[in-house]
């Protein structure tokens, strides 16, 4: 036996709340701004290279898809935030979507904010973070593209982070991460299957 997220593939999107499966009994949550490289995340850590696709216009998938692990465990990508050139009323519905999801899903067993190691925690990731932290789940904070940056800087980038990690009320975890050089893969790999086992 491999290591289940090796199995993963693409089930189906939904765009409203009602439409989330019944099916369902565990879910691992991916999220991270529309620049953040959430989709080649997932791909390093599913070890398949066409699993989530990135849109060549960041922000314009506004549907929350759904990768199964296993019959009723799901890997969820979250639409990507910060760049969506959408009419305010379709980016209040989506907005609204995901808030519902974060709150009120109780299949939920952690959540996967994927940051820039560059611009970690901005604004948008706290707003998420003020959504999300209330449900009590655990969350693993993932500072991706750290082949932008010296090691030396990167490890000043995980410090600063870390400092700021131990506000925050619920069980964190911190993990520096290369989708290009499959940097922090073992690592997050373990953490998501400890959620889902």
């Known amino acids: 036996m491999g290591d289940p997220l090796t199995f993963s593939k693409f089930d189906f999107s939904i765009a409203e709340f009602e439409k989330l499966p019944v099916n369902s009994s565990k879910e691992v ?3 991270g701004r529309s620049n953040s490289g959430k989709s080649s995340v997932i791909n390093a850590i599913t070890g398949q290279k066409r699993l989530a696709r990135s849109s060549k216009t960041p922000g314009r998938t506004q549907l ?3 990768y199964s692990v296993r019959p009723g465990c799901f890997l ?3 639409p990507g935030y910060g760049y969506a050139r959408a009419p305010k009323t379709v980016k209040q519905n989506w907005q609204n979507l995901l808030a519902s999801y974060l709150q009120r899903r109780m299949q939920i067993c952690g959540l996967v904010l994927i940051m ?3 611009h970690p925690l901005e604004k948008l990731d706290i707003m998420l973070l003020d959504i ?3 449900a009590g789940k655990p969350i693993l904070f993932l500072l991706n593209k750290a082949d ?8 000043e980038q995980e410090r600063l982070v870390s400092s700021r990690l131990e506000l925050i009320t619920v069980e ?3 993990e520096v991460f290369s989708a290009t050089q ?3 893969t073992t690592s997050v790999r373990k953490i998501i299957n400890n959620w889902i086992s």
């Open 29 to 31: 949550v991916f999220a």
């Open 148 to 155: 932008k940056l010296s090691k030396q800087q990167a490890l």
């Open 116 to 118: 820039d190691i560059r």
């Open 182 to 184: 499959a940097m922090g």
């Open 132 to 134: 999300f932290v209330p």
């Open 172 to 174: 964190c975890y911190l």
């Open 64 to 66: 929350i898809n759904f």
């Open 76 to 78: 969820v990508d979250l």
